[in-house]
């Protein structure tokens, strides 16, 4: 357990002295090709990306409808934009979403092959190989 120590008799410390304790622990490597470390950050990127450019394309629906909903008059520009672009820029927008869970379920399963594929070692030399 961590200890801290306080002032002594001559006066206190300012601030704390915390004593680390330091534990050990195992850890599970897995053994990843190249190609599958590229795969998985290509991902991880297009995801990203998708995930991005949704929020963008319904930020812009939304940006469009509160803009007319303020406006006194109706324009034949704004109705263009509240009926056509607005909706077209949400459905795009759930599109590109849709297709950001696909990556990140493709990606997915690339983690549970990998898993998978997977063999345990044990070291005989280390004293938790007897347990």
């Given at each position: 357990m961590s200890e801290i120590?306080?002032?002594?008799?001559?006066g206190p410390i300012s601030g704390s002295i915390v004593v680390n304790d330091?534990?050990?622990?195992?850890?599970?490597?897995?053994?990843?090709?190249?190609h599958e470390v590229e795969h998985i950050s290509f991902m991880n990127g297009l995801?990203?990306?998708?995930?991005s450019t949704m929020s963008?394309?319904?930020?812009?629906?939304?940006?469009?409808?509160?803009?007319?909903?303020l406006q006194s008059t109706i324009t034949p520009a704004t109705q263009?934009?509240?009926?056509?672009?607005?909706?077209?820029?949400?459905i795009l927008g759930v599109i590109v979403?849709?297709?950001g869970f696909l990556v990140l379920r493709?990606?997915?399963?690339?983690?549970?092959t990998i898993k998978?594929?997977?063999?345990?070692?044990?070291?005989?030399?280390?004293?938790?190989a007897a347990l």
């Open positions: 120590i306080h002032g002594t008799a001559e330091y534990v050990q622990r195992s850890v599970k490597v897995l053994a990843i090709h190249e995801s990203a990306f998708c995930f963008a394309f319904a930020s812009f629906a939304a940006a469009t409808w509160v803009s007319a909903s263009i934009l509240t009926t056509v672009i607005g909706p077209g820029a949400l979403g849709i297709l493709r990606r997915g399963s690339t983690l549970k998978g594929q997977t063999i345990t070692v044990v070291d005989p030399s280390t004293p938790s």
